[in-house]
């Protein structure tokens, strides 16, 4: 019950943890100072206006209509968006100007990074409610799974990485530098032939089988980053 009416995992335990710690270090601030100084507030890590805000963010995330994962269209939105878009751009900006101390131009690496992770992001919101298509159904949320089935959807997902790995090495051809031609194109090539093999020996009917496979699938989705900085 605690899955089908709560954000992701990851989000919900290290901002509920945050939110607890907050919480509790600020109403007993100065004794945590003594008896816990490791905790953010009591460390000065965090600032008062921080724990506050972290407060705050944290029952917004209760609210149901921020309850995403009943929207699959806005959930794999959000994804999309985060990982695609934002993650992309701003990480590249942030190190060009605060780290190397560079004017922000955005390459053709970073460019091809974003489009080709338009791709992966919708894979992995559609991908990761394929093994929780039994508790979906039982508390009401429509996810595309539910709507399509898991064989449908499946290997929706898969064509869909499939075409990015084809769209990556149309790219990679066009490389003016041999040597990043070359790795890129095989690279690409690999990735897309490993996930071809390995989407025809997954049993549908196992549910291990299935999150397993979503494993290998985040694995390819960092592996492509090894690949992208080496698209001229």
Request: net charge positive; hydrophobic share 50%; glycine share 4%.
């Amino acid at each position: 019950m605690l899955k089908a009416h709560s954000i992701p995992f990851p989000s919900s335990f290290s901002s509920s943890s945050s939110y607890s710690s907050s919480s509790s270090s600020k109403c007993f601030l100065q004794q945590q100072v003594v008896n816990k100084p490791e905790l953010p507030l009591a460390s000065g890590d965090f600032s008062m206006e921080t724990g506050r805000q972290i407060v705050f963010m944290a029952l917004l995330m209760t609210i149901p209509l921020l309850r995403w994962k009943r929207f699959p269209v806005l959930a794999a939105s959000c994804i999309l968006i985060v990982r695609a878009i934002v993650v992309q751009l701003a990480f590249y900006a942030h190190i060009q100007k605060y780290v190397l101390g560079r004017s922000i131009v955005y390459t053709k690496s970073v460019l091809f990074g974003v489009a080709f992770m338009c791709f992966f992001s919708p894979v992995i919101a559609l991908f990761k409610d394929i093994p929780d298509v039994d508790g979906d159904k039982e508390f009401g949320i429509q996810s595309f799974t539910v709507k399509l089935g898991q064989k449908k959807v499946f290997w929706l997902c898969v064509n869909m990485l499939l075409m990015a790995y084809g769209a990556a090495t149309v790219i990679a051809a066009s490389s003016s530098s041999m040597p990043s031609r070359i790795v890129t194109v095989f690279g690409h090539c690999a990735l897309a032939l490993v996930l071809r093999v390995r989407a025809q020996s997954v049993d549908l009917s196992s549910k291990a089988a299935i999150s397993s496979f979503y494993m290998f699938i985040w694995k390819l989705f960092y592996a492509g980053y090894f690949l992208i900085p080496l698209v001229r």
